[in-house]
């Protein structure tokens, strides 16, 4: 069930790329560190004790600023290579299936390619952390209410019973 509705979301998704991070027995990939990275060091230029020191490191190439500029470059490297991918799957394909965003924006032939990367980024930092803050306040709500909660494991156990019984056939 989790599989299908992963599925689907990816279908449905913006770039119709499944970067395959909730399989547990893969480690941290390098654009997940590289995510976080840039976003961390993003948000720490906020609060400096001296507000231009980041400014010289940014000048300078060093530290925190010099793993920005890595990160960043490995973020737009992915982002880059999920353009490329989706752009030789239109080629091949004589119909367009895809209903992805992505895919919708390269065929009208519209963006520059330092656009449609820029949008990717932003649909990845965008689905990134709002998930994870709306899965949080989900289980949250779901404990305050046992009845609610009852019920939603009812119906996952109907769920994985059907399913299992789908597979034993």
Not at 47 to 62: A, D, Q, S, T, Y
């Amino acid at each position: 069930m989790l599989e299908s509705l992963w599925v689907i979301a990816k279908q449905y998704s913006l770039v119709g790329y499944d970067p395959e991070y909730l399989v547990p027995s893969l480690p941290e990939t390098t654009f997940t560190k590289a995510f976080d990275d840039a976003t961390r060091i993003s948000s720490q230029r906020l609060n400096p004790i001296i507000p231009i020191f980041w400014k010289i490191k940014k000048l300078l190439n060093i530290g925190s600023e010099k793993r920005l500029r890595v990160a960043i470059s490995e973020v737009r490297d992915l982002a880059r290579k999920i353009i490329i991918e989706k752009k030789q799957e239109l080629k091949e394909k004589t119909t367009l299936k895809s209903v992805d965003l992505l895919s919708r924006f390269l065929s009208l032939s519209l963006s520059d390619e330092t656009f449609v990367t820029d949008i990717v980024i932003s649909f990845i930092l965008a689905g990134r952390d709002t998930t994870s803050a709306a899965l949080t306040w989900f289980f949250w709500l779901l404990s305050r209410h046992p009845h609610v909660e009852k019920e939603v494991l009812k119906e996952f156990m109907k769920n994985l019973m059907n399913q299992h019984q789908c597979m034993m056939k």
